[in-house]
């Protein structure tokens, strides 16, 4: 199995999801060792840098934003009592669900019939 490095990615520039995850049919590594369904759960959640649309069947990543998220993983390894991002919206979610947050304070109530 060959590992790529962070220090030989560029700088700037971009990066497809095959060359972060890896592409199993063809044996090439990635990045980010998660499957395709998981890296996209992370896109929609906000855990994981959003995409750019280049072209209808093109999507691609900032290499700039996969390097602080990769090393935002490393932190979150080291420590795991750090919370992720996705822990966060998590938590407003059920928050939402739950009807926490503010509360109208008096006289924003609707009119009743009668």
Known sequence: MQII???TLFETGFL???????DPRRGAPGLIPVSATTWW???REGKAPKPLKLSPGLTVWRVE???AFMA???AQAADPTLPTRG???ASARRRKRK???PRPQGGD???KDG
């Not at 497809?16 to 890896?22: A, C, F, K, V, W």
């Open 65 to 67: 934003e996969i390097r």
């Open 99 to 101: 009807g926490g947050g």
């Open 5 to 7: 490095k962070v220090n």
């Open 72 to 74: 935002d993983l490393a």
């Open 87 to 89: 822990q966060h919206l």
């Open 16 to 22: 497809r999801q095959s060359q972060i995850l890896g």
């Open 109 to 111: 109530e609707p009119p």
């Open 41 to 43: 759960t992370w896109v």
